[in-house]
């Protein structure tokens, strides 16, 4: 079993910037790409961005490209979402994702995920 815990949220002013960490703990045989995610209250849960472990490619919604920014570290189980730029509407509860396989599906969809953090909260104020 693998458990991804967050980190990094907290309250900032929109223009400015946070920096959000998914530590990974437990044995991974086999993970194939990790995704960030977001829920606003009363809001359906939506994809954020993805990397894949091998090759570092990845992957943005159109509401966040060019703002944010996702890596990984392998070697510390860890992986980054770099938020500038911020605005209101980016206030969410922001979840770390991990994606054992490549089932077909695209990294957009959240079934696609094996495992997932508890949140944590972004709240970006004007």
């Known amino acids: 079993q693998v458990q991804l815990v967050e980190s990094g949220g907290g309250l900032v002013q929109a223009g400015g910037s946070l920096r959000l960490s998914c530590e990974a703990s437990?044995?991974?045989?086999?993970?194939?790409?990790m995704g960030w995610f977001r829920q606003a209250p009363g809001k359906e849960r939506e994809f954020v961005s993805a990397?894949?472990?091998?090759?570092?490619?990845?992957f943005y919604a159109d509401s966040v490209k060019g703002r944010f920014t996702i890596s990984g570290d392998n070697t510390k189980n860890t992986v980054y979402l770099q938020m500038n730029s911020l605005k209101p509407e980016d206030t969410a509860v922001y979840y770390c994702?991990?994606?054992?396989?490549?089932?077909?599906?695209?990294?957009?969809?959240?079934?696609?995920?094996?495992?997932w953090g508890q949140g944590t909260q972004v709240t970006v104020v004007s």
């Open positions: 437990g044995r991974t045989f086999t993970s194939y790409a």
């Open positions: 990397i894949r472990w091998s090759g570092g490619r990845t």
């Open positions: 994702a991990e994606r054992l396989s490549y089932s077909g599906t695209s990294y957009s969809i959240e079934g696609s995920y094996d495992y």
